[in-house]
C-alpha cells in the first residue's frame, strides 16, 4: 500500500521497540519519516534504514521541540503526520503512596509534557495548512486504577484528554486536523520485558512463569506485538480515517473488557 506517498511524518521515541515498528509501518507505505529520540545510535540505525532522517531530541524540552519542529520545515517544508510515542515508565519500585515526586514528574514531563509541547509545537502548521494527522500513544491503563502505576496512569489519561480537546480545535472553521489516542495494552516492548523480568526476580519464578502471570487477566493470554499497534496507527494517521477523530482506540487483548467486568 502507498496510503503515505509523498507525505511526511514525525514520530517521537522512534528508536524504542513500539516507535520503530510505527516507523518502519509508516515508511513501507510511502511516508519519508523523521524519527526523535535520545537514543541516538538506534535512532540513526533506523533512519539509514528506512531512507528517513533521524534528529536526537527530549520530548521534554519546549526549546528542543522548537528546534525539531524547524527542522523538519526545513527539510521537508511541511508535517503531515504526528505520532507522539516517546514515553518512559518511571521507577517501578514505586508505586501509590510511595511514589515520589521526583519520579513523578520525570514520568509526567515525557509522557504529558513531552505530548503536549509536540502538539503545541506542529499542530499551528497543520492549521495554516488546513489538514494533518496527529495520534498521541496513550495506555490501557487511563482506563484502570492501577496504584502500582500511579504516575504511569496519570500521565497516559491526561494524554486521552488532550487528544479529545485538540481534536475540536483542529475540526474549526472547516480544517482538518484530526486528532485521535491510541491506548495498547501489554505489547512486547522493552518497557514490558522489565515488567516480566522484574515479577520473575521478585517472586523468584522463571521467565516462562512469569510472562504467564503477567498476562493472566488479558483474554487473549499473550502480550501483543509493536505491528498490532503500527497498523492501527497507520490507518488513524491516513487518509481513510478522514472522518475520525476525538476517538480513543484501545489494542488490548480484551484486557479493559476484563477489568472493566
Same mark, same amino acid.
Given at each position: 500500500m502507498t496510503r503515505f506517498e509523498g507525505k511526511i511524518a514525525l514520530i517521537t521515541g522512534g528508536a524504542g521497540g513500539l516507535g520503530s515498528a510505527i516507523a518502519r509501518r509508516l515508511a513501507a507505505e510511502g511516508a519519508?519519516?523523521?524519527?526523535?529520540?535520545?537514543?541516538?545510535?538506534?535512532?540513526?540505525?533506523?533512519?539509514?534504514?528506512?531512507?528517513?532522517?533521524?534528529?536526537?531530541?527530549?520530548?521534554?524540552?519546549?526549546?528542543?521541540?522548537?528546534?525539531?519542529?524547524?527542522?523538519?520545515l526545513a527539510i521537508a517544508g511541511r508535517i503531515d503526520v504526528l505520532v507522539n510515542t516517546a514515553g518512559i515508565e518511571g521507577d517501578i519500585s514505586e508505586g501509590g503512596l510511595a511514589t515520589s515526586y521526583a519520579n513523578y514528574?520525570?514520568?509526567?514531563s515525557v509522557n504529558l509534557d513531552g505530548t503536549f509541547l509536540g502538539c503545541m509545537a506542529v499542530m499551528p502548521h497543520m492549521l495554516a495548512a488546513g489538514r494533518g494527522a496527529i495520534v498521541?500513544?496513550?495506555?490501557?491503563?487511563?482506563?484502570?486504577?492501577?496504584?502500582?502505576?500511579l504516575a504511569y496512569g496519570i500521565s497516559k489519561a491526561g494524554v486521552e484528554q488532550l487528544s479529545r480537546t485538540l481534536a475540536i480545535i483542529g475540526a474549526r472553521d472547516g480544517k482538518r486536523v484530526r486528532c485521535n489516542s491510541v491506548h495498547p495494552g501489554v505489547i512486547k516492548t522493552?518497557? =514490558?520485558?522489565?515488567?516480566?523480568?522484574?515479577?520473575?526476580?521478585?517472586?523468584?519464578?522463571?521467565?516462562?512463569?512469569a510472562e504467564a502471570a503477567v498476562c493472566a487477566n488479558i483474554p487473549m493470554g499473550m502480550r501483543g506485538r509493536p505491528?498490532?499497534?503500527?497498523?492501527l496507527i497507520a490507518y488513524l494517521a491516513s487518509d481513510e480515517a478522514g472522518y475520525v477523530t476525538g476517538a480513543q482506540f484501545?489494542?488490548?487483548?480484551?484486557? =479493559?473488557?476484563?477489568?472493566?467486568?
Open positions: 519519508h519519516v523523521v524519527i526523535t529520540d535520545v537514543a541516538e545510535a538506534a535512532g540513526k540505525a533506523l533512519a539509514d534504514e528506512i531512507g528517513g532522517q533521524f534528529l536526537r531530541h527530549d520530548v521534554s524540552s519546549e526549546a528542543e521541540w522548537a528546534q525539531v519542529t524547524d527542522a523538519v514528574r520525570r514520568v509526567l498521541n500513544i496513550s495506555s490501557a491503563v487511563s482506563f484502570i486504577a492501577s496504584p502500582s502505576g522493552r518497557m =514490558t520485558d522489565s515488567i516480566v523480568e522484574s515479577y520473575a526476580a521478585m517472586s523468584g519464578v522463571d521467565e516462562a512463569e505491528e498490532d499497534i503500527a497498523a484501545t489494542a488490548d487483548g480484551g484486557w =479493559t473488557v476484563l477489568s472493566a467486568g
